[in-house]
């Protein structure tokens, strides 16, 4: 019972002993301790086995167990000093917070009394500053009071002598006076309220008044409108009336510069009037030169009577403009059938520069003066080929290929007096427009003209097919056009003027480009009756001459350049038109008919090819394939086609050395349209044995590597064919020669045949494999068993709205097509 009851104190013990792991954590980390009698997961046993490992050590038990009992009584040592430690603890803690309760009703104490001694102070400095605060508001309001005194004493002073000094004219005087009063009746503006104050302000009103109507009176008699200029030099008098009048209301300056304009300009109207002869157009000169005469006595007389910054000189040439745009204006809508071209474009040059002039002069501040009619304001000058003032030496410019393209001159500066006099001839420029739709005219037909008196261009095997010149000289009118027109207006004559541009391109691209290509008996849509008879008759269809040959490579490099100068046309067009009329400038249908032209070109250098090589392939397709009986060298129709080919691609590489594009395109268009035809052919030699299909497969590979190289045939520099032209010729001759290695195939047995062929050719056209049934001589009661087996053997077609539902109906092959097309031959034939 005594045991039991130990165990279950033991227990209890230990339950109350078990601490939360993070109670165990915090006590770990306060006391470290590396004995096991500490740890969490003390185990007894395993300490009893640790300090006796062996029955041996057991000798020793009583010195372990001393040793033990004098760590016990050290620890219940420990426990009770701590125990009785902590008796007092409570006490203690109580007394300090007493303590600390007492200090800070002490500090709160001593707070309060800074606190009221500090109000204290504040009013004591509060009643020391009062009376000097009073003392600086009296002197701030006696300062006040004393300067507004000497402002009134100045003010009625100062309009004393202003009405005095007004009466006597003493202007140099009343300059200076009557900016000072107006700078001190500004202080008075918060005074109005006050009779006297507001008196004063109506007699420096009164003065101003006058002042404005006796300088207006003064100028009047001294340049009168009916009369001449009062001789001798500017007067001082008028010269101070004018610094006066920079003061007085601005309505008073505008009144004395639009009278003394007017005035000085009275002469130029009378001169220059309708009916006079020197007002027409021809004698234009006559009228810039009026006014730069009477600019320069202006400046030799009045030059130092109105301010500088009046820009009198400026305002009269400016208003000279105004009446000139006026005047010429009237004039030709009474004469406009006398309006020729040569005098609109002579006047319109005379303008012009008349208008650098003035922006080389002058700076064009007072255009946007309000004193002065406002001008619709020029557009801004967008002119890429502004090179120098004159129209001239910008027409002798050459246009060579790419010089629309040429990075941009650093613009000029916008000439603020661009249309100023020139707006005036806008209406009329439908003469301009006219004859210029007149001299495109006859420049095409001269073009014409000249090629066929010239011929076409010789051969050039150095530097590429030359442009023709024609195309050169067509721009360069284009271009002279382009800065005159810009010069001119940037609105519906511009628009006007691409119309004409756009009718003489398509004009240019139908008479000397495509009007010229060399004529051949083939086209591309089939052989015509003369083909037909020559080939009946065992000829050679007819080749286009070296020089044909140079003709349709120097059209193809000319269209080229047409068609990219035509794009840069259009560009720097929308540049030069206003915003709002770019959307109306549009070349996309010219540029389209060069790249027609280009297109019909290299169809008829392909077309030329492969019409010399039809005869090397009808030899090919006639030969007696069965007979041969051992394989030699490539055959003779090889041969031929290769010659054909070293004779042809040459000339026309290096005729458009400056175009590879489009040499790469007739390689190309070329193996695209001679692969498939050499097939067809090949589908005609039968029957063939197997040294035969031996030889004609020998043929096809010397004809793929001759295609292979066909780029760089005969020239001295190999460069590697284009990826797209290699993939086409060796896509094309591998199906050649894959169908030669199924004819030479053995036919037995005969579902190792058909899978052989369906493998080799992936070709689900049962007149495909019937044609490889006639080139291998099989009688049609083989081919019938053949044929069921080659159908039953053919994959499913694929599933779907994409796919065939049957093989009747695929699309035809270019085999079937080429069958058509022989068939069509020989009813032409018989009926021949």
Request: glycine share 4%; aromatic share 6%; proline share 5%.
């Amino acid at each position: 019972m005594m045991e039991e009851e130990e165990l279950e104190f033991v227990e209890e013990l230990e339950a109350v002993l078990q601490l939360t792991p993070e109670v165990q954590l915090a006590i770990e980390q306060v006391f470290p301790s590396q004995d096991p009698l500490d740890r969490a997961d003390f185990n007894a046993v395993e300490y009893i086995n640790t300090l006796f490992p062996t029955e041996q050590s057991l000798a020793n038990i009583d010195e372990v167990v001393n040793k033990i009992r004098l760590k016990i009584r050290r620890l219940d040592d420990n426990i009770r000093t701590v125990v009785r430690g902590q008796t007092n603890v409570g006490q203690d803690g109580r007394q300090a917070l007493e303590e600390a309760q007492k200090a800070i009703q002490q500090l709160f104490g001593k707070i309060k009394d800074i606190k009221d001694k500090a109000e204290k102070s504040e009013q004591m400095v509060k009643e020391i500053t009062r009376d000097i605060k009073q003392l600086d508001h009296a002197k701030r309001h006696l300062t006040t009071s004393i300067t507004t005194l000497n402002h009134l004493h100045m003010l009625a002073g100062g309009v004393d002598s202003l009405e005095a000094m007004t009466r006597r004219r003493q202007y140099g005087e009343v300059a200076n006076l009557l900016q000072g009063v107006m700078n001190v009746l500004e202080h008075f503006h918060k005074y109005m309220g006050i009779p006297q104050i507001r008196q004063l302000s109506e007699r420096v009103k009164a003065a101003q008044t006058e002042l404005g109507q006796q300088i207006l009176a003064d100028f009047e008699e001294a340049f009168p409108s009916q009369g001449t200029k009062r001789p001798g030099g500017p007067s001082n008098v008028l010269r101070d009336a004018c610094l006066v009048a920079n003061i007085l209301d601005p309505r008073v300056k505008q009144e004395i510069i639009k009278k003394f304009i007017k005035q000085h300009l009275s002469e130029y109207l009378v001169l220059f009037q309708e009916n006079q002869d020197v007002a027409w157009l021809d004698k234009i000169d006559r009228r810039y030169a009026w006014i730069k005469r009477q600019l320069v006595d202006y400046e030799e007389k009045y030059g130092r009577m109105f301010p500088r910054e009046w820009y009198m000189t400026e305002r009269i040439a400016v208003e000279f403009c105004h009446v000139t745009r006026t005047e010429l204006a009237k004039i030709m809508r009474t004469r406009a059938k006398e309006i020729e071209v040569k005098l609109l474009l002579f006047a319109i040059q005379r303008t012009t520069n008349f208008e650098g002039f003035l922006a080389k002069r002058f700076s064009g501040c007072t255009l946007t003066d309000g004193s002065l009619k406002k001008l619709e304001s020029p557009p801004s000058s967008t002119n890429p080929f502004l090179e120098d003032d004159t129209a001239p030496e910008m027409e002798e410019l050459p246009v060579e290929k790419g010089d629309l393209d040429q990075p941009k001159k650093p613009k000029a500066p916008d000439n603020p007096f661009h249309g100023l006099v020139s707006k005036c001839f806008e209406p009329h420029l439908y003469v301009y427009i006219e004859s210029q739709d007149k001299n495109l005219g006859e420049l095409i037909d001269r073009f014409v003209a000249d090629f066929k008196a010239q011929g076409p261009p010789k051969p050039n095997t150095d530097e590429g097919g030359a442009v023709l010149p024609s195309c050169a000289d067509l721009f360069v009118y284009y271009k002279k056009c382009m800065v005159q027109c810009s010069q001119l207006s940037t609105g519906e004559p511009m628009i006007a003027l691409t119309t004409i541009f756009q009718k003489y391109l398509r004009e240019y691209a139908w008479k000397i480009l495509s009007g010229n290509l060399p004529k051949t008996t083939t086209s591309s849509g089939g052989l015509t009756i003369s083909s037909l008879l020559k080939e009946k008759e065992g000829s050679e269809a007819a080749k286009f001459t070296l020089e044909e040959l140079c003709l349709l490579c120097s059209i193809l490099s000319t269209a080229e350049y047409c068609l990219a100068t035509t794009q840069q046309l259009e560009e720097k067009l929308k540049e030069k038109v206003d915003v709002s009329l770019t959307e109306r400038i549009n070349l996309t249908g010219e540029m389209d008919t060069f790249s027609t032209v280009i297109s019909s070109s290299i169809q008829l250098l392909v077309q030329d090819l492969d019409a010399a090589c039809d005869p090397a392939l009808t030899a090919m397709s006639k030969m007696q394939w069965q007979n041969v009986e051992h394989v030699g060298d490539q055959s003779p129709y090889v041969t031929s086609v290769i010659l054909h080919i070293k004779q042809n691609v040459p000339v026309i590489r290096d005729n458009l050395a400056s175009t590879r594009k489009y040499f790469t395109q007739f390689c190309i268009k070329f193996a695209n349209s001679f692969i498939p035809k050499f097939i067809t052919h090949l589908f005609k030699c039968k029957p063939i044995s197997m040294v035969g299909a031996e030889q004609l497969l020998l043929d096809t590979h010397s004809l793929k590597m001759v295609l292979l190289d066909l780029p760089s045939i005969g020239s001295q520099v190999v460069r590697k064919a284009p990826a797209s032209y290699t993939k086409i010729v060796v896509k094309g001759m591998t199906r050649a020669e894959m169908i030669l290695k199924v004819v030479m195939a053995p036919h037995e047995p005969l579902v190792v045949f058909v899978d052989n062929y369906i493998k080799l050719l992936t070709d689900c056209n049962t007149e495909t494999f019937q044609k490889i049934l006639d080139m291998k001589g099989l009688k049609r009661s083989e081919q019938s068993s053949m044929l069921e087996l080659f159908r039953q053997r053919l994959p499913a077609p694929p599933s779907g709205p994409d796919g065939s539902s049957s093989l009747s109906l695929m699309a035809p092959t270019p085999e079937q097509e080429s069958s058509r097309i022989r068939k069509l031959e020989k009813l032409i034939k018989k009926r021949l």
